[in-house]
């Protein structure tokens, strides 16, 4: 049976975290566990993360870092966890119930077929928040699927989507020591390199709710800086080609997983 984990990085999360366990887990997907990423929150994240760890033994688990370092690598020091702790598929999502679990089902329905699916705000279906009015609508929409992909030439369409299921052969495949973005860029370049080594990947739209509880931590500097890392994303991967994927390693984990 395939084991599932689903990586949630945190930055002051704690009363988003029991919530959202609680939906995953209710989702009844066999071995289903968590993984948070926590940079040290100040509200106790990791505290409150760590007691559904031990009420849940197996099913939760804690990755605590230092102090905040960035989306980036969060989700980096995340996938090899998950590797360690010998997922077949990794899902990624953002603590704030923005990507509401229970599209996760649906994209189980396409990751044999697919490489990668990515819950999706701009394929047809797809919808932000009704409280966005038009102007911060149409700037979201113009930096992910027209700005970011005029440049990259992706043809996914929501180039910073935070929700995504992968196989873990695609994951190791994609070589995360060449990913080096640690913010909202961090998504594109998971997208554009993926696109480039070759990888199948399936848009299935979401409705994207704004976070309910709890503080925004993207601020417009972060994405200003962002759009124009896309140039250098530009630069430094438009070589790759699908013979640029790195090989799949067999770690011990792995095989005692598939036992
Ligand atoms: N570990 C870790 N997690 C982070 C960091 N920055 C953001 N996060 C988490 O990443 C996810 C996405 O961040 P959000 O703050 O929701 O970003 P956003 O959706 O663009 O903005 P808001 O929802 O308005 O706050 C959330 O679960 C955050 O807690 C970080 O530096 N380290
Ligand atoms: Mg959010």
């Known amino acids: 049976m395939k084991k599932t984990i ?3 990085p945190t930055y002051n999360e704690a009363s988003n975290i029991p919530a959202l366990a609680s939906a995953l887990w209710e989702l009844d ?3 289903l566990t968590i ?3 926590d940079d040290n929150s100040p509200d106790g994240t990791a505290d409150v993360a760590e007691d559904l760890a031990r009420a849940h033994p197996g099913y939760m688990y804690v990755l605590r870092r230092p102090a905040k370092m960035g989306l980036g690598t969060a989700y980096k020091d ?3 966890r998950a590797f360690e702790l010998g997922a077949d598929i990794v899902v990624q999502m953002d603590a704030d119930f923005s990507h509401s679990p229970s599209y996760i089902p649906q994209m189980f329905e396409y990751i044999d ?3 990668c699916v990515v819950g999706s705000r701009y394929v047809e279906g797809g919808q932000l928040d009704e409280r966005w009015g038009l102007g911060r609508f149409l700037l979201s929409w113009w930096a992910n699927s027209v700005y970011t992909r005029l440049i990259l030439g992706t043809k996914q369409r929501d180039t910073t989507a935070g929700f995504r299921m992968w196989r873990r052969e695609t994951l190791e495949g994609m070589g995360l020591e060449r990913i080096r973005s640690n913010g909202y860029d961090f998504q594109v370049e998971l997208t554009y390199v993926a696109e480039k080594l070759g990888y199948r990947i399936k848009e299935i739209p979401i409705y994207f709710e704004d976070r309910r509880i709890g503080q925004s931590k993207m601020s417009n500097a972060v994405k ?3 759009a124009l890392r896309v140039w250098d994303i530009l630069w430094r991967h438009h070589r790759l080609s699908p013979a640029d994927r790195m090989q ?6 792995r095989s005692g997983s598939s036992t």
């Open 6 to 8: 689903v990586i949630i």
């Open 29 to 31: 997907i066999p071995r």
């Open 35 to 37: 993984l948070v990423v």
């Open 78 to 80: 995340g996938f090899r």
């Open 113 to 115: 077929e697919y490489d």
């Open 224 to 226: 200003i800086e962002s």
């Open 248 to 253: 799949p390693r067999l770690t011990p984990s």
